[in-house]
């Protein structure tokens, strides 16, 4: 039986989030299938992932060079070495790098190893920081990666030009699952009445933790200046304090919501006007191609990976940095066409819909098996 091991640097926010998928193709094709993960359940107990034979609690760190990385890589080898695994596809930037150094010893005698970066940590106005610690260690990491697979045209073009892996492709993320938006089983008046939202007043949803690099602050500044629109926050995170003393100062918090965490993002989507995106780093976001799926006509800012997405017909872009940016597109968006904004999304985001992404990844898959 064939050996497939999945790695990332968390179960519950990766894993879990995104592999279900794969994990389950594996399973259908008869392969024996394995997870190499830290699990970041607040109740370890809670940690069963589906379509799983097998799975390794490694302790990875987010940050490269933390101490509890080289003991991660001491146990992924050992892991490695012992399952004589056909096919390792690692994610995230600390889970595939150790991955990846672990597996280069396998390589040699016929593992394949494939990397899927989410969005590299360094990009088109990253902090110096981030190019000194990430871009050397996926440079070396490269030279032992067989297919790079990028999910923006931003990394897909720099990794072309500066990285090594021995087949580097461009697919569209990770594939949503496009039949859980846009079913009409909601009455957008409901969500109105139940968030005190008046119905002739623009609605502005926008979903993302509540952490500096969803730029939710900037935001809320440019709607404090515009009284016929209301903005709701769903999300969870660090800045809930410091966001709703924004709120309080600016004396509208009758008008901008911190929604907390929501099971109920896509009947949201569905119910607002507009969705906003005001991130200043992003890989492929999610969050937005699910908005687009709902139909929904979009603001987001001009970064990698939003401008995949959205082009003038879809939606309007700004500068994340500057507030008075974000409230032009605000007062823009308030005269377009939002309905046939929206119908241009559905139609856009097909191609980044899971089943797209599946047939593209099946074959990926397939030439690395014939390839071994």
């Known amino acids: 039986m064939k050996k497939v091991l999945f790695v990332a640097t968390v179960v519950k926010t990766h894993i879990m989030e995104f ?41 990875f760190d987010r940050f490269p060079l933390k101490t509890a ?15 004589n695994f056909d096919l390792i596809h690692c994610h995230t930037p600390v889970g595939a790098m150790v991955a990846r150094l672990a597996a280069n010893h396998s390589r040699k005698h016929g593992t394949r190893v494939i990397y899927t970066a989410h969005g590299f940590h360094f990009y088109q106005g990253a902090p110096l920081i ?8 996926e440079w070396i990491c490269s030279f032992m990666t067989d297919t790079l697979i990028t999910i923006n045209k931003e990394d897909f073009a720099f990794a072309q030009r500066h990285m090594h892996a021995r087949n580097i492709i461009y697919v569209p993320g990770v594939g949503i699952d496009l039949s859980k938006f ?50 709701t926050i769903a999300g969870r995170g660090k800045l809930k304090d410091e966001l709703t003393t924004l709120i309080n100062d600016l004396n509208v918090g009758g008008r901008v919501k911190l929604l907390g965490y929501r099971s109920d993002v896509a009947e949201l989507c569905e119910a607002s006007d507009v969705f906003a995106f005001p991130s200043i780093q992003e890989g492929l976001p999610v969050a937005l191609m699910e908005a687009m799926a709902c139909g929904k006509a979009i603001i987001c800012s001009r970064i990698r990976g939003n401008i995949d997405l959205i082009d003038p017909e879809g939606g309007i872009l700004f500068n994340p940095y500057d507030s008075n940016d974000i409230k032009r597109a605000l007062l823009e968006i308030l005269h377009c066409n939002r309905f046939q904004m929206g119908q241009h999304n559905i139609q856009i985001v097909q191609a980044f819909g899971l089943d797209s992404v599946m047939q593209q990844m099946t074959h990926i898959y397939h030439q690395t098996e014939v390839a071994k």
Do not use: M
């Open 130 to 137: 981030n190019w000194l610690v990430y871009f050397p260690a």
């Open 19 to 59: 592999h279900l998928p794969y994990l389950k193709l594996f399973k259908d094709l008869g392969w024996e299938t394995f997870v190499a993960a830290k699990n970041d359940y607040e109740n370890h107990n809670d940690c069963k992932i589906p379509f799983c034979d097998h799975y390794y609690d490694i302790p």
């Open 69 to 83: 990385n080289v003991h991660s890589y001491l146990l992924l080898k050992k892991i490695i070495r012992k399952n």
């Open 182 to 231: 846009c079913i009409h089983k909601i009455n957008p008046q409901t969500k109105r009445n139940e968030l005190e939202i008046p119905e002739n007043k623009l609605w502005i949803l926008t979903v993302g933790e509540l952490i500096p690099r969803k730029n939710h602050e900037r935001l809320i500044k440019a709607v404090a200046d515009i009284p016929n629109c209301y903005l």
